[in-house]
């Protein structure tokens, strides 16, 4: 069975600090996807990155970047140079299962103090 | 463009009634997905459906049931509420069902149940 850890629940910076979440995805499946979805206040999810379990170069998008690293089965998310409006839940959600659909952490709560 | 639209946006219901969810997808997205989140968890998936087919069905009880129109809107339903029943339903919108990775889900801002 697949099982997704955000080991995180709250964390709070300062604006302009950098800040990880970290996410453990456990599955034997060789071939998956992994997510990043945000979902501020409103409660809408928005789609942050997505990564395939073929590719552990890590990158950059704008103040965005994640590692992901197989063999710990980790696929941490960094924001950097953080700002007010990235204030939000932040959840990891592999592709799993027959059914591909998406399965999901419990989420981390970030939030970013002026 | 016009993105996700989930109707209504915040509903009060009794226990026992029955309840019908509401959603349109991005224009030319032929896939929806349903989930299910309580508060402080994360999403719990419930249907997806492709060109009004169920392509997939989440660990839910037959109060749950869904359907995808020509237009590629969907309906959710729950029949007999329970106060469990409590939650932001939330559907998501994508190209093709979600397989393999090769597509991403795009969500709409949800529906707030609350059953009384």
């Known amino acids: 069975a697949q099982k997704v850890t955000q080991a995180q629940t709250e964390i709070s910076v300062v604006e302009k600090e950098d800040v990880t979440l970290d996410c453990v995805y456990e599955t034997r499946d060789t071939t998956y996807y992994l997510f990043w979805y945000k979902q501020p206040p409103s409660g809408e999810l928005v789609f942050l990155i997505r990564?395939?379990?073929?590719d552990e170069q890590n990158e950059i998008s704008g103040r965005y970047s994640w590692n992901f690293q197989k063999s710990t089965s980790s696929f941490n998310f960094t924001i950097t140079a953080s700002q007010v409006v990235d204030s939000a839940v932040y959840f990891c959600?592999?592709?799993?299962?027959?059914?591909?659909?998406?399965?999901w952490g419990l989420g981390t709560s970030l939030a970013v103090n002026p | 463009d016009a993105g996700v639209t989930q109707s209504p946006t915040h509903l009060i219901k009794t226990r026992g009634q029955q309840v019908t969810l509401r959603c349109s997808p991005i224009s030319g997205h032929k896939s929806v997905s349903w989930y299910q989140q309580v508060l402080g968890q994360g999403p719990q998936f419930i249907f997806q459906y492709y060109e009004k087919e169920e392509r997939g069905r989440g660990n839910f009880p037959d109060r749950f049931s869904a359907r995808q129109f020509p237009n590629y809107s969907s309906e959710l339903n729950v029949n007999a509420l329970l106060l469990g029943d409590s939650a932001l339903y939330l559907c998501a919108s994508s190209l093709a069902p979600l397989s393999g990775g090769n597509t991403e889900a795009f969500f709409g801002q949800g529906t707030r149940l609350t059953v009384v």
């Open positions: 990564r395939n379990s073929f």
């Open positions: 959600a592999p592709d799993a299962g027959n059914n591909r659909k998406l399965i």
